[in-house]
């Protein structure tokens, strides 16, 4: 079974790109949180790349930013390419949802925010899922 659940803080805001037949893509790193150790002073983190499709991918580009709280589902998936003869090897999550978590104070000022550098800004209470 692949299956992958993730809570974390995005490292940028998400990038989103549309294919040549029109589907849009979004694209960002999350950092998650390592659990610490005793006597850790410093906390370490991972950080997943993740890629969202279609209906999924707009949503994240209109109303996440970084820094903002999410939790991930989705698989994990391997693939290689080529670029410049050489080749590269990448390990991302293929988003199958989202949920926004944290405290909604939170969400709100990083949408208004968003607003202020021209981006969007939706409540909670109005996205449609």
Known sequence: MNYFTGHGRLTRDPQVRYTQSGKAVAVFTLAIDRRRKKGAKESEADF???VAWEKTAEILGNNVTK???I???GRMQS???EK???KHYVVECVLSGFEFCGKKSDNQGQ???AASLG???IPDSEIPF
């Open 48 to 50: 997943i790349p993740c």
């Open 67 to 69: 820094g903002q709280e």
């Open 71 to 73: 939790v991930v589902e």
């Open 79 to 81: 693939r290689t390419y």
């Open 84 to 86: 410049d003869g050489v």
């Open 111 to 113: 949408g208004q925010q």
């Open 119 to 121: 981006g969007e800004y």
